[in-house]
Nanobody, 121 residues
């Protein structure tokens, strides 16, 4: 019973910035990984960035140096700061959370419904 609420998508010009937020709520016991995926028009879903609870971050090569992922474990929140946006970043962005409800249970992936990011030329 984990719900994800995404916010921050929108329309920006190339070179602009957006800040995506994802908040997990419900019966939270333990979250290992929080991250963002995206799927552009006619493209496969790809990992954009992910972060562990310990602060380790991983980025897709094309966003390195432009995007920053951060977590607030106390608030069960993950934020993706996107700077110097390019038209190629246009996609639906999905929050992803890996969670388990006890140490005896398996890890499950939860997904947000997606938020549209559009970068105009």
């Amino acid at each position: 019973q984990v719900q994800l609420v995404e916010s921050g998508g929108g329309l920006v010009q190339a070179g602009g910035s957006l800040r995506l937020s994802c908040v997990a709520s419900g019966s939270i016991f333990s979250i290992s990984i929080m991250g963002w995926y995206r799927q552009g028009p006619g493209k496969q879903r790809e990992l954009v960035a992910a972060a562990t609870s310990g602060g380790t971050a991983n980025y897709e090569d094309s966003v390195k140096g432009r995007f920053t992922i951060s977590r607030d474990n106390a608030k069960n929140t993950v934020v993706l700061q996107m700077n110097n946006l390019k038209p190629e970043d246009t996609a639906v962005y999905y929050c992803n959370v890996r969670h388990r409800r006890s140490v005896w249970r398996e890890w499950n992936d939860y997904w947000g419904q997606g938020t549209q990011v559009t970068v105009s030329t």
